[in-house]
Nanobody
């Protein structure tokens, strides 16, 4: 059974940090690029960061550059998103997406809530 499960979200004060995880099972994770998205209430889903199959290439939204770091451990079938210097506008549900080379297969997790508030 294919699964992507996000974890690590929570309530944090502005300026704080979290590390989100996206754990995969049921497919050959190392053959999939992974992207973190976020969606805030009333807003469109936004690409946050992406990572290639080997982790050699990463990409970030301008709004998170310098604060967020995406990484992966293919031995653990997990992608991480380290988020630092959190701002209230980072509040959203964070979801991960895995897509195969060529795009034939595409999987989503259910998301983890990040709330930044004092």
């Amino acid at each position: 059974q294919v699964q992507l499960v996000e974890s690590g979200g929570g309530l944090v004060q502005p300026g704080g940090s979290l590390r989100l995880s996206c754990a995969a099972s049921g497919f050959t994770f190392s053959s999939y690029a992974v992207t973190w998205y976020r969606q805030a209430p009333g807003k469109e889903r936004e690409l946050v960061a992406s990572i290639s199959t080997t982790g050699s290439s990463t990409n970030y939204a301008d709004s998170v550059k310098g604060r967020f770091t995406i990484s992966r451990d293919n031995a653990k079938n997990t992608v991480y998103l380290q988020i630092n210097s959190l701002k209230p506008e980072d509040t959203a549900v964070y979801l991960c997406n895995a897509i195969s080379l060529g795009g034939a297969r595409n999987y989503w997790g259910r998301g983890t809530q990040v709330t930044v508030s004092s």
